[in-house]
């Protein structure tokens, strides 16, 4: 048993997942279906945010003066698969409004055996986004401006957006990879483990819950799923 952060995980590592160790891209091979391995039974639930976790929102991610007051969010539990191929549970912090979509399209997600690196609160990175992204971490709540727009609040300020496994989905802000290495990943006519690409199973999973997805924007954030109620 791991225990990372309030989340004890479980892990089965046979040698079929030991031989895909993340360690750059020429170490990537994508896991068939035979390579994940179920340990515990998959969990989706939401929950209020505790006191704890307030009391960590308030301190790293969140501020006066936010638009989404903490009483609007929620902590989601759920199950993943790692680049390992071994099954996870994360947390998430999002706006309530949003949690069920959320939750539904997680478990899909796992069904499906998409992979996720590690799912993460922003606030283990100080609310630091760059720091998350250089992770390869999927979260959700941040309150923070759009980036390369100061002064205009991203819609991660509400909990109504999630970035996905954001090194190797990079944002393409002017021609330049954010996070910087995340131009390893620029191609997007490659298929990486985790991948997000136009047409791909978790873009239209995302729509038909009524979700816009970044990759169509004129600077694509490829990463980056939201659905604004404001």
């Known amino acids: 048993m791991l225990q990372v952060g309030s989340v004890a995980l479980v892990l089965i590592l046979t040698s079929a997942t030991t031989a895909r160790i993340w360690a750059g891209p020429p ?6 279906p035979s390579d994940l391995h179920h340990v515990v039974p ?12 307030a009391a960590r929102l308030r301190e790293k991610a969140w501020h006066s003066g936010c638009p989404a007051e903490i009483e609007e969010l929620r902590v989601l539990t759920v199950s993943y698969w790692d680049f390992h191929g071994v099954a996870r549970r994360g947390l998430l912090v999002v706006n309530r409004a949003v949690a069920a979509d959320l939750l539904s399209i997680f478990a899909k ?11 993460r609160p922003i606030e283990e990175f100080a609310g630091d986004d760059e720091a998350s992204m250089e992770a390869n971490n999927t979260s959700a709540f941040n309150c923070r401006d759009i980036t390369g727009k100061p002064g205009t609040f991203s819609n991660h300020s509400w909990g109504r957006a999630v970035d996905i496994n954001p090194l190797t989905n990079p944002m393409i802000l002017n021609g330049s990879p954010l996070p910087p290495q995340g131009s390893v ?13 136009d047409g791909s ?30």
């Open 42 to 53: 998959p969990v989706f639930e939401q929950a209020p945010i505790s006191a704890v976790e």
């Open 201 to 230: 199973f978790i873009v239209n999973l995302f729509r038909a819950q009524g979700w816009t997805w970044g990759g169509e924007w004129k600077n694509p954030d490829y990463q980056h799923f939201e659905k604004p109620g404001h």
């Open 109 to 119: 997600l796992f069904a499906h055996g998409f992979l996720i690196q590690t799912m």
């Open 27 to 32: 170490e990537l091979v994508a896991l068939t």
């Open 185 to 197: 990943y620029a191609d997007r006519t490659q298929a990486w483990p985790g991948s997000i690409l």
